[in-house]
């Protein structure tokens, strides 16, 4: 119980890719409302460029990649590419 | 001695009989399984479970003391098959033996139904089902485990579906039984493997089938490592109308293996649409919000930079309010400088220059006037003067002189006070007719001009100092 809400090992904590869009639907619901200063404006537009670049990242760093597990002689586990049995209907 | 007394053995005393079946039966059945149809189930006030346990051939009396009795997970009932386990004992009191239970399972049919009920009443007590302890499955995982069989049907449709919807996701499968004896245990290691290689979301799924297929996972261990996993589990096990302990436990059920990838991964088309979509109007807004400061600067510089349109608008203003009031104003124009003329006539009678002029010439008449009288009043008093000086001033010394007064001088000087000469100095006096040069032997510079209050003068005839007040006689 204590390990919950550990995420995936090695990766540097960063900002899930849903809080990454809600920001910036935030920026260009701010930006759309006006009311801004044209320096606020600016800096929001810059910030909404940031988070829509990262996300776009985000979309498109994933390499499609299926791994297996397999525990070794010594018992520790590898993860080797697996091709999953398209043959069967 | 009797014979038969010498051939018949001792007799045993009850007690002793019973003693030593007691210690020939008790060690060998100390922990027994037996199993039996439940009758005259007892309970009594005290929690002590009383019953009999029999099949066809025979009976066995049983009991089950209540600290034992409160562990029981289902309710006994006569009629059901169980299991029991524990050991036996002799109670010599009433001569009979019994089995004293420590643990009491069903069997056969139902059996599964009631164990089932009994491991979902441990997970409830410990809080494993309640719904506000499911955690939500990640919107994008970076990873997804998948916990089940390499070859399975279950593992073609999840991969068909979750790749159709993000083909970039990274899976990571570990391979696992998932039916048959020990396959709870090999998916148990499987879901502990996957949140040790790293993986947002784990999928423990397998296809349908019969209730003793799945019955692997009703497994009370696996449960608990379901929830204790330290990422969101979701579990598709069986079809919909299969509901496992496993999909009780896990953070999603989803109801087929498909339906498991629709949860975990998002369709890649989508979110890249959608991105898009704001980015489009991120640019769009921040474009306008520039523009708008734009028309607003220029409508304000139309408005302030221009000053020659800024006149000419007054100009033309001024021009319309004139043309609309010309009329009455031309008129108002003609009866003004009537008016003007008018009191220019007036002024001009009484033209202010023309007056100072003739105030001028006035007051220069006066002056002249006044220098006149100023010169013949100079001209009359120095005459007077001089009449007058010339009638007193000789006159008067002489006959002062000739009256008896006399004139010191000294050095040239006319001497009026005593201060003036020194004793043994010479002074003239000047009398009526000649004078005298005489010698100061003495003198008195008091105020007084008359003697008698100083010193006596030389050979003065007066020591005390009485003259008489009138001058003359005397000199």
């Keep these: 119980m204590s390990e919950r809400g550990k995420g995936v090992e090695g990766r540097a904590p960063e900002e899930a890719y849903d809080a990454l869009v809600a920001k910036l639907e935030r920026v260009v619901g701010e930006l759309e409302a006006g009311g801004l200063s044209l320096e606020q404006s600016i800096e929001r537009f810059a910030e909404g460029m940031r988070l829509a670049r990262e996300a776009s990242r985000r979309l498109d760093e994933a390499e499609r990649r299926v791994e297996m597990l397999v525990k070794s002689a010594d018992g520790s586990e590898t993860a080797v590419p697996f091709q999953p049995d398209e043959r069967k209907a | ?475």
């Excluded at chain 2, 001792?10 to 060998?28: C, D, F, Q, S, Y």
């Excluded at chain 2, 159709?164 to 709870?184: D, K, N, Y």
């Excluded at chain 2, 028309?295 to 510089?301: G, S």
């Excluded at chain 2, 005459?383 to 000739?402: F, G, M, T």
């Design chain 2, 1 to 475: 001695m009797d014979l038969f007394d010498r051939v018949r053995p001792r007799a045993l005393t009850v007690g002793e009989l019973t003693r030593a079946l007691k210690a020939a039966i008790e060690p060998r059945f100390k922990d027994v399984w037996v199993a039996g149809e439940l009758a005259n189930l007892r309970r009594q006030a005290s929690g002590h479970l009383y019953f009999t346990l029999k099949d066809a051939e025979a009976s066995l009396g049983a009991v089950i003391w209540a600290s034992q009795a409160r562990h029981i997970a289902f309710e006994p009932t006569d009629g059901i098959e169980v299991v029991a386990r524990g050991f036996v004992e002799i109670y010599p009191p009433h001569g009979k033996y019994q089995l004293i239970v420590q643990e009491l399972e069903p069997r056969g049919h139902g059996a599964q139904a009631l164990l089932l009920r009994q491991i979902k009443e441990r997970l409830q007590k410990d809080g494993l089902l309640d719904p506000a302890r499911k955690r939500p499955i990640p919107f994008l995982p970076r990873r997804v485990g998948v916990a089940t069989s390499p070859t399975g049907a279950a593992l073609r449709d999840f991969l068909r579906v979750l790749l159709g919807r993000f083909p970039s996701l990274p899976v990571l499968l570990a391979p696992c039984r998932v039916q048959g004896s020990g396959a709870a245990a090999e998916v148990t290691a499987a879901i502990r493997s996957l949140a040790r290689a790293g993986v947002d979301v784990v999928v423990v799924t397998r296809g349908g089938g019969s209730q003793e297929d799945l019955w692997q996972f009703n497994d009370e261990r696996l449960a608990r490592v379901i929830a204790a996993c330290p990422v969101p589990v979701v579990s598709a096990v069986g079809h919909e109308v299969d509901v496992t302990v496993a999909d009780l436990v896990a953070d999603a059920r989803a109801a087929t293996p498909t339906h498991a990838a629709q949860l975990v991964a998002p369709v890649r088309d989508e979110l890249i649409a959608g991105l898009a979509s704001l980015r489009g109007r991120l640019g769009r807004s921040a474009a306008e919000a520039v523009a708008a400061r734009r028309r607003d600067l220029r409508a304000l510089r139309a408005e302030l930079a221009d000053p020659v349109r800024l006149l000419s608008q007054q100009r033309h203003r001024l021009d319309d309010l004139l043309h609309r009031s010309e009329g009455g104003t031309r008129e108002r124009l003609r009866s003004a400088r009537a008016g003007l003329s008018a009191l220019q006539s007036r002024l001009g009678r009484r033209d202010p220059i023309s007056h100072v002029r003739a105030l001028a010439r006035r007051a220069a008449e006066a002056h002249r006037r006044l220098d006149a009288w100023r010169a013949e009043t100079f001209r009359r008093e120095a005459l007077r003067l001089e009449r007058l000086e010339r009638r007193l001033e000789p006159a008067n010394v002489a006959k002062l002189l000739s009256r008896g007064f006399a004139l010191v001088l000294a050095g040239g000087r006319v001497v009026g006070e005593s201060g003036q000469v020194r004793p043994g100095e010479g002074i003239r006096v000047a009398l009526g007719r000649g004078w005298l040069d005489a010698r100061v032997t003495a003198r008195d510079t008091g105020s007084d001009p008359l003697p008698g209050r100083g010193d006596e003068p030389p050979g003065g005839p007066d020591p005390d100092g009485h003259v008489d007040p009138l001058p003359g006689g005397r000199y």
